[in-house]
């Protein structure tokens, strides 16, 4: 990462228009996942000298996730199509294993429920690690900032994932 504190996304906009019905919870869940993004990341388009961003999220053919990016100034930073294909194995994985932690939060003993979290912020990571590997020729993020977009990515992904 740059010296730089510039870079970092202060606003954050989503097409609803690319995304699948959704229900209140998900749409709750969506919400929490920009706000823990704006909190606090860091991200830096490579092209880019300096920030704070704006990006505006799309969700193509339900596969290939749009990052289009301004300055706040408003000058333009360009725009990054991430597929989502690479994703669809971790990401199903990581709901299976989030429901089956529901579900033994009702049954399990805390060393069941501690080692299916265990298992549940692995899957979380991996995908966090594929995230800032897909990404790594045009933005750059820190590792929280990659895990905060990985819980926005289930979030918008969760309906299609098959």
């Given at each position: 990462m740059t010296d730089s504190e510039d870079h970092y996304i202060a606003e954050m906009h989503i097409d609803e228009d690319s995304l699948p019905v959704s229900s209140i919870e998900m749409q709750h869940e969506r919400r929490v996942a920009i706000f823990d993004l704006l909190e606090e990341n860091e991200f830096r388009p490579l092209d880019s000298p300096n920030g704070p961003y704006i990006l505006r999220l799309a969700l193509k053919d339900g596969s290939r996730l749009t990052f289009d990016v301004t300055r706040t100034n408003s000058s333009n930073c360009g725009s990054y199509t991430l597929t989502?294909?690479?994703?669809?194995?971790?990401i199903k994985d990581y709901f299976m294993i989030c429901e089956s932690y529901h579900n033994?939060?009702?049954?399990?003993?805390?060393?069941q429920i501690e080692a299916i979290d265990m298992g549940r912020?692995?899957?979380?990571?991996?995908?966090?690690?594929?995230?800032?590997?897909?990404?790594?020729?045009?933005v750059e993020l820190d590792f929280n900032t990659s895990r905060r977009f990985?819980?926005?990515i289930c979030s918008l992904h969760r309906r299609t994932v098959s």
């Open positions: 989502l294909v690479p994703f669809r194995r971790v033994a939060i009702r049954t399990a003993t805390s060393a912020r692995g899957l979380h990571n991996e995908g966090s690690r594929m995230l800032t590997d897909a990404l790594r020729n045009q990985f819980t926005l």
